[in-house]
T-cell receptor, first 112, second 113 residues
Framework: AQSVTQPDIHITVSEGASLELRCNYS??????LFWYVQSPGQGLQLLLK??????LVQGIKGFEAEFKRSQSSFNLRKPSVHWSDAAEYFC??????????FGAGTTVTVRA | IAGITQAPTSQILAAGRRMTLRCTQD?????MYWYRQDLGLGLRLIHY???????GKGEVPDGYSVSRANTDDFPLTLASAVPSQTSVYFC????????????FGPGTRLTVL
């Protein structure tokens, strides 16, 4: 069965600093890959997704992610974080069916 | 445009009671999903429906049932609630297979005492 690992439970970053959130997956083939963000008390919102093609994908809110097949990774990055980026971030994968598997999430705290 | 609505927003329930969480979408999406979110575990799929009239089991289906009588509604029922079902429940929908984005509702916080 496929699995998704987000090694960092909690990351604290200063406003204006760069951010990188790690995601590794375990699956035989290249799955479809997603990053979602959850603001406090809210549902999840899609940041970006990767299906095929260019391994660097751009998303909303200035986020990007890079797919590295050799490392089975799909890390999320943002060059300069804003206080509004404080949230929980989830990596998710799916093979070619209807079901998403989510990582445990990484909580991002932004300090002034 | 409402997207996905869930009701109730929160509920405290005595163990052994029956409870139905409601989910309605107005996007005419074919696929709908129920997840539970628990600290440190992320979101886990309970049940899903690829299209009206069909349902399937997810990762943690025990103790839950669903129905999909029409495109818009996908209720989740706990026949006899237990404390381990205390969680935040999210309903989601997508136009079709998981290649499409899933849109999430605001969630229902359920506490079973």
């Amino acid at each position: 069965a496929q699995s998704v690992t987000q090694p960092d439970i909690h990351i604290t970053v200063s406003e204006g600093a760069s951010l990188e959130l790690r995601c590794n997956y375990s699956y035989g083939a290249t799955p479809y890959l997603f990053w979602y963000v959850q603001s406090p008390g809210q549902g999840l919102q899609l940041l970006l997704k990767y299906f095929s093609g260019d391994t660097l994908v751009q998303g909303i809110k200035g986020f990007e992610a890079e797919f590295k097949r050799s490392q089975s990774s799909f890390n999320l990055r943002k060059p300069s974080v804003h206080w509004s980026d404080a949230a929980e971030y989830f990596c998710a994968v799916t093979p070619n069916d209807y079901k998403l598997s989510f990582g445990a999430g990484t909580t991002v705290t932004v300090r002034a | 445009i409402a997207g996905i609505t869930q009701a109730p927003t929160s509920q405290i329930l005595a163990a052994g009671r029956r409870m139905t969480l409601r989910c309605t979408q107005d996007m005419r999406h074919n696929a709908m999903y129920w997840y539970r979110q628990d600290l440190g575990l992320g979101l886990r799929l309970i049940h899903y429906s690829n299209t009206a009239g069909t349902t399937g089991k997810g990762e943690v289906p025990d103790g839950y049932s669903v129905s999909r009588a029409n495109t818009d509604d996908f209720p989740l029922t706990l026949a006899s609630a237990v404390p381990s079902q205390t969680s935040v429940y999210f309903c989601a929908s997508s136009p079709g297979p998981s290649k499409n984005e899933q849109f999430f509702g605001p969630g229902t916080r359920l506490t079973v005492l």
